[in-house]
Structures are given as structure tokens and as C-alpha cells.
């Protein structure tokens, strides 16, 4: 299992671009990345997920490089109900252990 | 999308008893269904995976004789947490694997607490 690392926390303000990166240097061939928003006392909710280059939907965008070491979530225009826990998991659909996360705050 | 539907949402229990929580998917079959829990402020924990018709697997230090998982149909997977402690208090989050590129999805989470 690649083992993923992002940073414990960012703050940021309300109509800012939001940008939460994860490291997966040991990301195996057969991995996808997957990221998940936690809200207190919730199960997580899925966020977007790719495999390789540039993932969009209505909600965020997934940058991958072409070695897809790292993961780039992009969250357009963040609003006060963003915040909350960020996870990125790199699996193979077999293995789906999750990392510390990343808490977001957005301040007003 | 797809949904996965736990519960109880919340159950108290006394130390000693068994308490059991189902989890389902409601629109879809599921294979493999994953159980974790979680403590506060912290991220979650998998348990266990379970496959439907087989056993459970259990993530080391996960005691399989006190975290009990059946997964005997496509929709539901249960577990049973026996003579609870109250170090056993915790959130308890399922999982099922949608039917398309393995998305996972999660229960609305179980929080249990042991008096």
C-alpha cells in the first residue's frame, strides 16, 4: 500500500481556490487516488477520484503528474461549509486504509 | 449515487453486552464491504474487509473473537461488537464498493458508547 501524506491542516477564506496536496511516492501501477470529505460524526463522502492527468466535476479537480507521485485536490471558491477533513487514499480497490488527513478550515 | 445506509446511528450499551450494527447498500450489490472505526479527532481505522459468503479479514491488532463480521448477503454486512468495553466507544464507519471503478462508499457512521 503506497502510503500517502498530506498536511495536518490549511486555513483559508471564504471565495478563495483551495489546493490540498498529497504525496504518494510508492504508488503502485494498479493504484487510483481517491479523495474523501469528513464532516464531524459522518461517514466520508467521495470527492473525485483519477488515475493519471486531470480529473474535473462540479464539486473539485484532481491534478496528477505524469509520475504520479502526488495528487493535487482543487477546490474552486471554498465556502464556511468546506471545512472539514480532507482524506487522499491511494488503493488498488483492495486495500483501503486511510491516512491523517487534511483539516480545513475556511474562515469568514 | 449509490447508497450505504448503517445502523444504529447511535447506541448505548452496557459493559459486557453485545451490540450488533448493519450496514447496507440500498441500491447495489456489494462483494466487499470494509469496517473501521474511528476516534475522536483521529482518522479512520480499518478493521476489517468482509466478502460476501466468506470470512472476514482483520486488519492486525483487530481482535476477530470480539469484532464479529458476517457478510451473508450482497447487501448487508453486520458487526457485532460482544462484551463491550467501554474502551470499545468509538464511531464505527462500513463501506461498500460501488458496482463501477471500485468507488467506495460509506455509511452515515455508528457511535457507540459503552457505559
Known amino acids: 500500500l503506497a502510503k500517502t501524506t498530506q498536511p495536518i491542516s490549511m486555513d483559508s477564506y471564504e471565495g478563495q481556490e483551495v489546493n490540498i496536496t498529497c504525496s504518494h511516492n510508492?504508488?503502485?501501477?494498479?493504484?487510483?487516488i481517491t479523495w474523501y470529505q469528513q464532516f464531524p460524526s459522518q461517514g466520508p463522502r467521495f470527492i473525485i477520484q483519477?488515475?493519471?492527468t486531470k480529473v474535473t466535476n462540479e464539486v473539485a479537480s484532481l491534478f496528477i503528474p505524469a509520475d504520479r507521485k502526488s495528487s493535487t485536490l482543487s477546490l474552486p471558491r471554498v465556502s464556511l461549509s468546506d471545512t472539514a477533513v480532507y482524506y487522499c487514499?491511494?488503493?488498488?480497490?483492495?486495500?483501503?486504509?486511510f491516512g491523517a488527513g487534511t483539516r480545513l478550515t475556511v474562515k469568514p | 449515487g449509490a447508497v450505504v445506509s448503517q445502523h444504529p446511528s447511535r447506541v448505548i450499551c452496557k459493559s459486557g453486552t453485545s451490540v450488533k450494527i448493519e450496514c447496507r447498500s440500498l441500491?447495489?450489490?456489494?462483494?466487499?464491504m470494509f469496517w473501521y472505526r474511528q476516534f475522536p479527532k483521529q482518522s479512520l481505522m480499518l478493521m476489517a474487509t468482509?466478502?460476501?459468503?466468506?470470512?472476514?479479514?482483520?486488519e492486525q491488532g483487530v481482535e476477530k473473537d470480539k469484532f464479529l463480521i458476517n457478510h451473508a448477503s450482497l447487501t448487508l454486512s453486520t458487526l457485532t461488537v460482544t462484551s463491550a468495553h467501554p474502551e470499545d466507544s468509538s464511531f464505527y464507519i462500513c463501506?461498500?464498493?460501488?458496482?463501477?471503478?471500485?468507488?467506495?462508499?460509506f455509511g452515515e457512521g455508528s457511535r457507540l458508547t459503552v457505559l
Open positions: 463501506s461498500a464498493r460501488g458496482p463501477l471503478d471500485g468507488e467506495l462508499f
Open positions: 510508492n504508488i503502485a501501477t494498479n493504484d487510483y
Open positions: 483519477g488515475y493519471k
Open positions: 487514499l491511494v488503493h488498488n480497490n483492495n486495500d483501503m486504509r
Open positions: 441500491d447495489f450489490q456489494a462483494t466487499t
Open positions: 468482509s466478502n460476501e459468503g466468506s470470512k472476514a479479514t482483520y
